[in-house]
């Protein structure tokens, strides 16, 4: 599926989750399983971004769930915040007053942990 541009790619995958959502309502057990929750633009951040990158389908939106609900399980949403501002320090160019999140133990321990849950993620969700 192609699409023209990337409000058409949206609306796609706005339909595409709220016909999942009405064609499967969570179980009983499924529906708040999940220990922490992460705010609803966090979580649509990271199922839009992983479904543009493995598929639009709604097998992916159901693998793109799992994924975040594996990592909100095992990493605290504050925590998750941190991690994710470090990687997005770790693409700024130069070696400004951003060095010392791009090289000390602390910030690098601290992306390696959330790499993990990420593959743990893939690996129990794809």
Request: charged share 15%; aromatic share 4%; glycine share 8%.
């Given at each position: 599926m192609r699409f023209s541009n990337k409000s058409s790619l949206i609306a796609s995958l706005v339909l595409?989750?709220?016909t999942q959502a009405r064609a499967a309502p969570p179980s009983a057990?499924?529906?708040g399983s999940c220990?922490?929750?992460y705010p609803t633009s966090v979580v649509a951040d990271y199922?839009?971004?992983c479904m543009l990158a493995n598929g639009t389908t709604p097998e992916m939106l159901q693998k793109c769930s799992c994924s975040l609900d594996f990592?909100?399980?095992s990493i605290?949403?504050?925590e998750y915040v941190k991690t994710e501002t470090l990687l997005q320090l770790q693409q700024v160019e130069g070696?400004?007053?951003n060095a010392v999140y791009k090289n000390s133990a602390w910030s690098k321990a601290a992306i390696a942990h959330?790499?993990?849950v990420q593959a743990e993620s893939t690996l129990r969700c794809f």
């Open positions: 595409l989750i709220s057990d499924q529906a220990p922490q929750t199922v839009l971004g990592i909100a399980a605290p949403y504050a070696a400004g007053r959330l790499k993990e």
